[in-house]
């Protein structure tokens, strides 16, 4: 039972337009969430985080979207650069525990 | 250094042999996780430690698995009697919970191949 999905295992988006990496999950208990990014040998890294409290948060060219009404996620990248080219990993959590669910990732090329 | 660290970074095994693999978790943190990444895969979640509390084994695949976590800082995880199927990324992460959302930081993993 895959509780946090992404749907779409790659994405290729040109250089300065916007990337959208999207995310669905299950479960209404969740109430944090986060994206993560790997490069390749390397472990994930963290981007950014929304509290199921939120709709909206935003980090320079980072914002990640919330709609719980459809238990629905979003990774904006505005604009896209060639590094930003990774695989994408959204992960969440259920209140009162440590245990993050996580997708099975987008892998995103930004064209030069 | 300032980040999670794991060893060895890259284990060669042969199948039915136990191998161990080490996870130092960033000083301070008291949180500290375990995920397999198999080929083509998401992040699978296996255990994780907070404090002294009893760990979250829900994620282990098998008797074959454990991990301990020593004096609330390094951790180990075992596999036993190694099979094809446990060939996959292995990548411990920690984290600092004085509240009840903080983000995980991931080392870079050990890549474990069991032939």
């Known amino acids: 039972d895959q509780q946090v999905k992404q749907n779409s295992p790659s994405l290729s988006v040109q250089e300065g337009r916007i990337s959208i990496l999207n995310c669905d999950y299950t479960?209404?208990?969740?109430?944090?969430f986060l994206w993560y990014k790997k490069y390749p040998a390397e472990g994930p890294t963290f981007l950014i985080s929304i509290s199921s409290i939120k709709d909206k948060n935003e980090d320079g060219r980072f914002t990640v979207f919330l709609n719980k009404s459809a238990k629905h996620l979003s990774l904006h990248i505005v604009p896209s650069q060639p590094g930003d080219s990774a695989v994408y990993f959204c992960a969440a959590k259920s209140p009162g525990t440590y245990k993050y669910i996580f997708g099975t990732g987008t892998r995103l090329k930004v064209l030069a | 250094g300032a980040g999670v660290s794991q060893s060895p970074s890259n284990k060669v095994t042969e199948k039915g042999k136990d191998v161990e693999l080490r996870c130092d978790p960033i000083s301070g943190h008291t949180a500290l996780y375990w995920y397999r990444q198999s080929l083509g895969q998401g992040l699978e979640f296996l255990i994780y430690?907070?404090?002294?509390?009893?760990?979250?084994k829900s994620g282990l695949p098998s008797d074959r698995f454990s991990a301990e976590r020593t004096g609330g800082s390094v951790s180990t995880l075992t596999i036993q009697r190694t099979q094809q199927e446990d060939s996959a990324v292995y990548l411990c992460a920690s984290s600092y919970r004085d509240t009840s959302n903080a983000e995980a930081f991931f080392g870079q993993g050990t890549r474990l191949t069991v032939v």
């Open positions: 479960n209404s208990m969740f109430d944090y």
């Open positions: 430690f907070q404090g002294n509390s009893a760990p979250d």
